[in-house]
Structures are given as C-alpha cells and as structure tokens.
C-alpha cells in the first residue's frame, strides 16, 4: 500500500520561503502527474501545482509566479517551493498523483504564514 509521507511545513512571516517535500513508499513517482494540494478548516482541497512526467507545470492563480513544483527522481520525491508567503497561503499542505484513483491521502504538513 502506498504512504505519503509530506514534511518541511512550519512558521513563518509573511513574505518568507518553505520548502515542502513529499516521499512515498511503495510508489514511483516518475511516470505520474504529480499535484500538491492545500485545505483549510471548512474548505474543499484544492490543487495548487502540478507536475507532468515530461515537466509540464501547472499552478493555480493564486500561487502563480511563487511557488515552484519540482521532482527528483533519483530520489523519488516531488517538491514545493513557496515564496513570497502569504496569510492565505496557510493550511495543510498534500501531495498525491493528479489522476484518479488517488493514493490514500497522507497526513500532511502545516503551513502557518503569520507575523
């Protein structure tokens, strides 16, 4: 069974960088589309960024111009770096492939953007 496994959230200011990774046992991600997701307390999960096997990207409007998806596959992670944060960037942050059927979701990591 696949687990993922997603870390690197924390605190940080308004205007800072994190930078997120997602690992998984039992899986390869380098055939995949690749997605990093967010949720906030009452909402919907929404995809943020996207990666394609062949190095397509994808972002939402929001993120736009701020965060960047990436992969290693020798390493068999995906990654997300985020800048210039913003209060509304905090929540938990997920990977997970794009397409259905999805792995189960992981835990997680929490982003908290605050001064």
């Known amino acids: 069974q696949v687990q993922l496994v997603e870390s690197g959230g924390g605190l940080v200011q308004p205007g800072g960088s994190l930078r997120l990774s997602c690992t998984a046992s039992?899986?390869?991600?380098?055939?995949?589309?690749m997605g990093w997701y967010r949720q906030t307390p009452g909402k919907e999960r929404e995809l943020v960024a996207s990666?394609?096997?062949?190095?397509?990207?994808n972002y939402a409007d929001a993120v736009k111009g701020r965060f960047t998806i990436s992969r290693d596959n020798a390493k068999n992670t995906v990654s997300l770096q985020m800048n210039s944060l913003k209060p509304e960037d905090a929540a938990v942050y997920y990977c997970?492939?794009?397409?259905?059927?999805?792995?189960?979701w992981g835990q997680g990591t929490q982003v908290t953007v605050s001064s």
């Open positions: 997970n492939k794009v397409r259905i059927p999805k792995y189960n």
């Open positions: 039992g899986a390869n991600f380098r055939f995949l589309i």
């Open positions: 990666l394609s096997y062949s190095g397509d990207t």
